[in-house]
């Protein structure tokens, strides 16, 4: 499997995904976990209904609601979002944690449309097959550091996301590329064709 970003074990950063709008925020204020726009109106809520299954195994520290999201890497051809920033972050090791982000991402559409009309079979499945996702969801994660061990990361199927469970100063935050809807453009790259 082919990466975009060499192997974390030789950068030690983590990659981050911002809106275009909340840019200047994270240039002059750095990255909480609450500071999004859409924080309160598109994740909150999904992230308190996934820490609800959370096991006892799991580190008290480690709060979905309260995390930064990020990745280890991506795939060569990974499909960016439109109007945002691919960043490049430092973590503390010791407060991040590892879980896989497909299992997530299963329960977000059902999540978001369990009180819409015409899809109460989303509710459905929450109460069913979603607890048993979540679960496992929970019971697959581990620490960063173990995962830099095991490197679950890289096994097939494990599309790890990684909790980071503290802020990030604006001074460990690196802008690599803006993407557009045609384009992915490093720094240099927007600075020119803008000028």
Not at 49 to 65: A, E, Q, T
Not at 86 to 105: F, G, H
Request: with cysteine.
């Amino acid at each position: 499997m082919e990466y975009i970003f060499d192997d974390y074990k030789e950068t030690k950063r983590i990659y981050h995904i911002v809106s275009l709008n909340d840019l200047d925020n994270v240039i002059k204020n750095g990255i909480c976990y609450d500071d999004k726009i859409t924080y309160n109106t598109k994740y909150k809520g999904f992230h308190d209904y996934i820490d609800r299954f959370k096991g006892s195994n799991i580190p008290p520290w480690v709060k979905r609601n309260e995390c930064i999201f990020g990745s280890l890497n991506y795939k060569l051809g990974h499909h960016f979002h439109s109007h945002s920033a691919i960043l490049s972050v430092k973590v503390n090791e010791d407060r991040c944690w590892v879980a896989n982000e497909n299992l997530a991402n299963t329960i977000y559409e059902p999540f978001a449309l369990r009180n819409t009309a015409s899809f109460e079979n989303c509710k459905k499945f929450l109460n069913s097959k979603g607890e048993i996702i979540l679960r496992d969801y929970w019971d697959t994660s581990l620490s960063f550091s173990e995962n830099l061990k095991l490197r679950k990361d890289l096994q097939k199927g494990y599309d790890a996301e990684v909790l980071i469970c503290h802020c990030i100063p604006k001074e460990d935050i690196e802008i690599l590329y803006i993407c557009s809807d045609h384009d992915i453009m490093s720094l240099d790259k927007f600075y020119k064709y803008f000028s």
